[in-house]
Nanobody, 122 residues
Framework: QVQLVESGGGLVQAGGSLRLSCAASGRTISSYTMRWFRQAPGKEREFVAAIKWSGGAPYYADSVKGRFTMSGDNAKNTVYLQMNSLKPEDTAVYYC???????????????WGPGTQVTVSS
């Protein structure tokens, strides 16, 4: 079992920055791939970024590439999403997810955090 808790959301003006955190707990968390998803009102949940605890470069959705950076701190069992140059269309609830898949392949079971709201004003 994996427990995830996101934090760091808030209200920011367009062009600003936020850093989201996802604290993970569980006996075998190091074997999981960590991902960020987001869901805007009236839209489907969409992939944002992924990283493996074992290392390697993160993987990003095209919509955030060059603006968002995902990283992990193994000692703290925490992953981060640094979001720069934010746009109003980045407004969404951001969710942390964990599964045992490869970087670009999701393998159930999937574990989700409760989400954190990010609002970007124009």
């Amino acid at each position: 079992q994996v427990q995830l808790v996101e934090s760091g959301g808030g209200l920011v003006q367009a062009g600003g920055s936020l850093r989201l955190s996802c604290a993970a707990s569980g006996r075998t968390i190091s074997s999981y791939t960590m991902r960020w998803f987001r869901q805007a009102p009236g839209k489907e949940r969409e992939f944002v970024a992924a990283i493996k605890w074992s290392g390697g470069a993160p993987y990003y959705a095209d919509s955030v590439k060059g603006r968002f950076t995902m990283s992990g701190d193994n000692a703290k069992n925490t992953v981060y999403l640094q979001m720069n140059s934010l746009k109003p269309e980045d407004t969404a609830v951001y969710y942390c997810e964990a599964d045992r898949g490869l970087l670009r392949t999701i393998t159930p079971p999937r574990y989700w955090g409760p989400g954190t709201q990010v609002t970007v004003s124009s």
